[in-house]
């Protein structure tokens, strides 16, 4: 399994921006396609966006498209989420994570697809 650790989370004003990070461990890193969810209190956890193990294709939910960015840096193990425009409804514990086999092609949109998951990092937009 992989060991994923975020960062990055905070207060954040409405239009505001914050980057997320996401520190896996293992060298195998660029064998696994990458995600991330958010939950919001009293929601069910949801798929945001998604990359490749390359980090050459990418697909994102519909609501974040054109205000956050899914990247990846394989030289250093890390995932990031460059979060735009945010807006009051972003507000959630936003978590990494990284698909169940060494699938680096599958741009799985369920918490299925995922096999290992961070602890979570808090986003708060204030209005």
């Known amino acids: 399994q992989v060991q994923l650790v975020e960062s990055g989370g905070g207060l954040v004003q409405a239009g505001g921006s914050l980057r997320l990070s996401c520190v896996a461990s293992g060298r195998t890193f660029s064998s696994y396609s990458m995600g991330w969810f958010r939950q919001a209190p009293g929601k069910e956890r949801e798929f945001v966006a998604v990359?490749?193990?390359?980090?050459?294709?990418?697909y994102y939910q519909d609501f974040v498209k054109s205000r956050f960015t899914i990247s990846r840096d394989n030289n250093k193990n890390t995932l990031y989420l460059q979060m735009n425009s945010l807006k009051p409804e972003d507000t959630a514990v936003y978590y990494c994570a990284a698909d169940r086999y060494m699938r680096p092609t599958n741009l799985g949109t369920t918490s299925r697809s995922f096999g290992s998951w961070g602890q979570g990092t808090q986003v708060t937009v204030s209005s």
């Open positions: 990359i490749s193990g390359s980090g050459d294709n990418t």
